[in-house]
């Protein structure tokens, strides 16, 4: 049985695709297969798409790929050591000295330190935009783009961009949108069927989702890219071991009870925050008021386990609020079952202080878990009492 198609369901897609049980044991769950090297049948006598040597290719990554491409939509899916590796992977093969790249103005920090620090030293430039504003896109867009760098919704503000729209704009000019897919996951958001070109996501948060490995993936349906993309992580070898590979998979499989869980409960604590004396702001996309609510409700099939508020006493009241939790764990990222919570201007975002990109100093941000949802309300309420 084939559990590739796009109209078997996400979650039997999650749970079989790639993952057929092991033909010589009938082991149900893909072993892992740790191993660095494989045998030969005679000098230079492997056979096309045999296994070689693990930084090229190894059986427990392949698994997880072929999974993440069915999850995703996408032709081709590629296994990295973090997100982190994967978005550098996307950016050195898209650009090259001399092109442009636009990306959104509240961007995940490391990417915008990556592309700030790193890849402007080697002849890129970029835009930062507001991704909400078609306007501003369109005026930061030159000859020379190559790339619109897109999150939806962001980290840690929440906001929202039209991918349909983005993907229209980059391709009138010639350039490609990539979606950093990592906040929504693809049970909530397919970016490829909006029309981007290239989806990259930290697997460390709701892919794995269990915050026990930190991983990363580029998925594409874009054939030359692949190759670009294999070429580069053979040579460069940002690949993940087999464990991780293994624990990715795990996590994967029930990527979509965990999603609604998180959802029902953000929900939940955003509803309650936006009543609560001590909050000045919340931000999640599921509330009416959120400024890209209805995009997201278009392209979203729900609105995420994310949710930001401002505190209305600002910054100091912010980190005693983010210390005073006892069931949130004070904790950078995010996308595992256990509710964390932690000041994005002081960790998260630290590095983008001075910045286009710095947040604001009374933001406290929540990557709200799938404990009971009572308790977690409980538990916000006291640290904010
Ligand atoms: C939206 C987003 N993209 C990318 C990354 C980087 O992923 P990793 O930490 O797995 O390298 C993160 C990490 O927090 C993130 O939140």
């Given at each position: 049985?084939?559990?590739?198609?796009?109209d078997?369901?996400?979650?039997?897609?999650?749970?079989?695709?790639?993952?057929?049980?092991?033909?010589?044991?009938?082991?149900?769950?893909?072993?892992?297969?740790?191993?660095?090297?494989?045998?030969?049948?005679?000098?230079?006598g492997?056979?096309?798409?045999d296994?070689?040597?693990?930084?090229?290719?190894?059986?427990?990554?392949?698994?997880?790929?072929e999974?993440?491409?069915?999850?995703?939509?996408?032709?081709?899916?590629?296994?990295?050591?973090?997100?982190?590796?994967?978005?550098?992977?996307?950016?050195?093969?898209?650009?090259?000295?001399?092109?442009?790249?636009?990306?959104?103005?509240?961007?995940y920090?490391?990417?915008?330190?990556?592309?700030?620090?790193?890849?402007?030293?080697?002849?890129?430039?970029y835009?930062?935009?507001?991704?909400?504003?078609?306007?501003?896109?369109?005026?930061?867009?030159?000859?020379?783009?190559?790339?619109?760098?897109?999150e939806?919704?962001?980290?840690?503000?929440?906001?929202?961009?039209?991918?349909?729209?983005?993907?229209?704009?980059?391709?009138?000019?010639?350039?490609?949108?990539?979606?950093?897919?990592?906040?929504?996951t693809?049970?909530l958001?397919?970016?490829?069927?909006?029309?981007?070109?290239?989806?990259?996501?930290?697997?460390?948060?709701?892919?794995?989702?269990?915050?026990?490995?930190?991983?990363?993936?580029?998925?594409?349906?874009?054939?030359?890219?692949?190759?670009q993309?294999?070429?580069?992580?053979?040579?460069?070898?940002?690949?993940?071991?087999?464990?991780?590979?293994?624990?990715?998979?795990?996590?994967?499989?029930?990527?979509s009870?965990?999603?609604?869980r998180?959802?029902?409960?953000?929900?939940?604590?955003?509803?309650?925050?936006?009543?609560?004396?001590?909050?000045?702001?919340?931000?999640?996309?599921?509330l009416?008021?959120?400024?890209?609510?209805?995009?997201?409700?278009?392209?979203?099939?729900?609105?995420?386990?994310?949710?930001?508020?401002?505190?209305?006493?600002?910054?100091?009241?912010?980190?005693?609020?983010?210390?005073?939790?006892?069931?949130?764990?004070?904790?950078?990222?995010?996308?595992?079952?256990?509710?964390?919570?932690?000041?994005?201007?002081?960790?998260?975002?630290?590095?983008?202080?001075?910045?286009?990109?710095?947040?604001?100093?009374?933001?406290?941000?929540?990557?709200?878990?799938?404990?009971?949802g009572?308790?977690?309300?409980?538990?916000?309420?006291?640290?904010?009492?």
């Amino acid at each position: 049985m084939s559990h590739e198609s796009a109209d078997t369901g996400f979650s039997t897609r999650a749970i079989h695709t790639g993952q057929e049980p092991d033909p010589r044991t009938g082991s149900v769950i893909v072993p892992i297969y740790q191993t660095s090297t494989y045998a030969q049948d005679g000098v230079g006598g492997t056979r096309e798409g045999d296994y070689e040597y693990s930084r090229t290719a190894n059986p427990t990554r392949t698994a997880l790929e072929e999974a993440l491409a069915a999850l995703e939509n996408g032709r081709h899916a590629l296994a990295f050591g973090s997100g982190m590796a994967a978005s550098d992977a996307v950016l050195r093969t898209t650009l090259r000295p001399g092109d442009h790249l636009v990306l959104g103005n509240d961007v995940y920090g490391g990417t915008f330190r990556l592309i700030d620090k790193v890849l402007t030293g080697w002849g890129v430039t970029y835009s930062v935009a507001h991704l909400s504003d078609v306007d501003e896109v369109r005026a930061a867009m030159r000859p020379e783009t190559k790339l619109i760098w897109c999150e939806s919704p962001t980290n840690p503000l929440l906001g929202i961009s039209d991918i349909t729209t983005l993907a229209a704009i980059a391709h009138e000019g010639g350039a490609k949108l990539v979606v950093d897919n990592t906040f929504a996951t693809p049970y909530l958001q397919t970016p490829l069927d909006l029309g981007a070109d290239v989806v990259v996501h930290s697997t460390t948060k709701y892919l794995g989702g269990h915050s026990d490995v930190v991983g990363g993936a580029v998925v594409t349906g874009d054939d030359d890219l692949r190759e670009q993309l294999f070429f580069l992580r053979n040579s460069a070898g940002a690949v993940p071991g087999a464990f991780d590979a293994w624990l990715t998979l795990r996590g994967l499989k029930t990527l979509s009870v965990r999603m609604e869980r998180h959802c029902d409960n953000a929900e939940r604590i955003a509803a309650m925050l936006q009543d609560h004396p001590k909050v000045a702001r919340v931000y999640y996309p599921g509330l009416a008021e959120h400024p890209g609510h209805d995009v997201a409700a278009k392209q979203m099939r729900r609105f995420g386990g994310m949710v930001a508020f401002d505190h209305v006493d600002g910054e100091q009241a912010a980190l005693k609020a983010a210390a005073g939790t006892n069931v949130f764990i004070l904790a950078e990222s995010l996308g595992g079952v256990e509710s964390l919570i932690e000041h994005p201007g002081r960790m998260t975002h630290a590095s983008a202080e001075g910045s286009l990109l710095q947040v604001p100093a009374e933001l406290v941000r929540l990557s709200v878990g799938i404990e009971d949802g009572a308790d977690l309300i409980d538990d916000l309420r006291q640290a904010l009492a």
